[in-house]
């Protein structure tokens, strides 16, 4: 499943692309992938110019003229793919052929066509993603928008809150806490991981036994290990690509997730792989201490 830098990749792609095309049609192979009143469609999307491309935690939302919304999950495997008329593209999402191929094929869910006979596509091949179009006033009722937590990155989110948003998880495992989207939006388990190492905190150590300094250090972790990954085009090892089709680097110079087996980059032990938060974990064990 895709993560805040993976998500935000995608969003900055498709603004070059798409804002300001005019959708002609709609065409879907199912109502589980595409699950809109073929009124709705016909009223609010065909015709209406695409206004903007939001993100909120790992949800993407397209906004129409008609101010009706597009909100989109790529869950696993979804892709969203756009190819102009001369053939100039833009593929973003889990990395299989269907980035390079003629489209649609049959991975393809959605394909809206604009006016100037460009499409984007959205495909999945596991057909757990979905892309639903509502009023954009309704979105913020979304049951998911109103149980997410705010914005790491976002400037007025201060270590304060930060620290306030974990005391409520006191009793928790610090790993499990950081990936729960109600207490902070979009880490995932790679960005838990390399903020933890950078804070030299073991993730299964209780919220509650966290120093102040540590928590400030686990902050600052948070923010610097995803404004890297954004700047370099999300993680993309297995399941997410740069705008242009290409994987995305951050991995190239992860310090710890899948790099068990190999130094330490700040002391030189060997990073090991265990499991919290019912998830694949990495750390450095000299570092990284349960109990420190």
Known sequence: MPELPEVETVKRGLNKFIVGRVITSEKHDTEKGFPNAPADVKNFMIGAKIRAVRRRAKVLMIDL?????????LKMTGQL???AADATRFGAGHPNDSLINNLPDKST???????DDSHLYFNDQRKF???RLMP?????ELPFMQKVGPEPLESSFTFVEFKQRFARR???????????????????????DEALWSAKIHPLTRVGDISDAKMKALYDGVREVMNLSISLGGSSSRNYVHADGSK???LDFAKVFH???TPCPRCGTEIIKTRAAGRGTHLCPREQVLGK
């Open 109 to 115: 869910r959605v394909t809206i066509t604009f006016e």
């Open 65 to 73: 003229t008609t101010d009706y919304t597009l909100v989109i999950h």
């Open 129 to 131: 993603g979905w892309m």
């Open 136 to 140: 954009t006033v309704a979105v913020p």
């Open 81 to 83: 793919v756009y190819v």
């Open 259 to 261: 790099r068990e087996g």
């Open 248 to 250: 995305g680097r951050y």
């Open 170 to 192: 006191k009793n928790s495992a610090i790993k499990a806490a950081l990936l729960d989207q109600s207490v902070i939006a979009g880490v995932g388990n790679i960005y838990a």
